[in-house]
């Protein structure tokens, strides 16, 4: 059964930094795509990150390009999305993803894509001076 955890979120300051963590179970996550999207309140949901199988497989949507960087940890089976220069409108609800068995990202029109089989509880991240 495919569980996961976010953790990480908080308050911070206009040019701050987070780094969320999301904690997996119940499939193999180095051979799995994962990803991370957030929702703001009133707005869709939106992709943010996806870390394919092959670590080289990493995919931004622009608006966090140079800022965001997704990663992971095999042996502890967790996902990162490390957050640097952080904006107010990257203020909402960050939540980590998969379909637990598909080793690429979808990518559409230059944002990742995902189909939102599986996904925790979310993260609250708010930005804000």
């Known amino acids: 059964q495919v569980n996961l955890v976010e953790s990480g979120g908080g308050l911070v300051q206009p040019g701050g930094s987070l780094t969320l963590a999301c904690k997996t179970s119940g499939f193999t996550l180095e051979d799995t795509a994962m990803g991370w999207f957030r929702q703001a309140p009133g707005k869709e949901r939106e992709g943010v990150a996806c870390l394919a199988r092959i670590e080289s497989g990493r995919y931004y949507r622009d608006s966090v390009k140079g800022r965001f960087i997704i990663s992971r940890d095999n042996t502890n089976k967790t996902l990162y999305l490390q957050m640097n220069n952080l904006k107010p409108e990257d203020t909402g609800v960050y939540y980590c993803?998969?379909?637990?068995?598909?080793?690429?990202?979808?990518?559409?029109?230059?944002?990742?894509?995902?189909?939102?089989?599986?996904y925790g509880q979310g993260t609250q991240v708010t930005v804000s001076s």
């Open positions: 993803t998969t379909d637990g068995a598909r080793g690429y990202c979808t990518v559409v029109l230059g944002s990742p894509k995902f189909d939102y089989k599986y």
